[in-house]
């Protein structure tokens, strides 16, 4: 059964770019969340999508947007970017919305803006 | 706001010892907590998913327990190797109910020394 996938491992930007990132979450499962990693911050929940429906989003302005996909696959997009924007994106899948599931996460998306 | 913390940030032991990572959340009301590996620039990996009804949960080398009285959870290896090396996060489902992500800790860098 394969894992969670995401496009591309990496990205080099130049700032005020916009850039889209995909996930293929694991075969069945609906739910799909998206994390910021950074060194200083470490991860930081940005949203989360069920049902091609935004259920929740973290702290983040609104330059980070996502959609989910009737397959379940989900994209975010970054606008105007900024170097602080730099970060390894992970997204995460679990079978349902809801706390009680195991969450599984992609390789990540190493994003550089410079 | 739920707060994760981990102690030690970081950790070197030679081979072959027994280890416990510790790991404490602010709110007691979890449905569940989750240990995940990562390895240098990847992804994350889950290792153990402890349900709130449950006191500890094992996989091979790995002993997970948790305590929500007191909101702490410990991460045992036990005969620790040099692929065990890793950062080790805990992460809790944000409290409140709903679709809030998980709020992560920021890790604990373990180095196993041949």
């Known amino acids: 059964k394969a894992g969670v996938t995401q496009t591309p491992r990496y990205l080099i930007k130049t700032r005020g770019q916009q850039v889209t990132l995909s996930c293929s979450p694991i075969?069945?499962?609906?739910?799909v969340s998206w994390y910021q990693q950074t060194p200083g911050q470490g991860l930081q929940f940005l949203f989360e999508?069920?049902?091609?429906?935004?259920?929740n989003k973290g702290n983040f302005p609104g330059r980070f947007s996502g959609r989910q996909f009737s397959n379940s696959r989900s994209e975010m997009n970054v606008s105007t970017l900024e170097l602080g924007d730099s970060a390894l994106y992970l997204c995460?899948?679990?079978?349902?919305?809801?706390?009680?599931?195991?969450?599984?996460f992609g390789q990540g998306t190493r994003l550089t803006v410079v | 706001k739920q707060e994760v913390t981990q102690i030690p940030a970081a950790l070197s032991v030679p081979e072959g010892e027994n280890l416990v990572l510790n790991c404490s959340f602010t709110?007691?009301?979890?449905?569940?907590l989750q240990w995940f590996r990562q390895d240098p620039g990847k992804g994350l990996t889950s290792l153990l998913l402890?349900?709130?009804?449950?006191r500890e949960q094992t996989s091979g080398r790995l002993n997970a327990s948790l305590d929500k009285s007191s909101g702490r959870s410990t991460l045992y290896i036990a005969a620790s190797q040099p692929g065990d090396s890793a950062t080790y996060l805990c992460?809790?489902?944000?409290?409140?109910?709903?679709?809030?992500?998980?709020?992560f800790g920021k890790g604990t860098h373990l180095i196993i020394q041949p």
């Open positions: 992460a809790v489902p944000e409290a409140g109910g709903g679709a809030d992500g998980l709020t």
């Open positions: 995460a899948s679990t079978p349902a919305i809801g706390q009680r599931t195991e969450a599984f």
């Open positions: 402890i349900q709130s009804s449950q």
């Open positions: 709110d007691s009301a979890i449905y569940n």
């Open positions: 075969s069945g499962h609906r739910s």
């Open positions: 999508y069920f049902s091609e429906t935004q259920r």
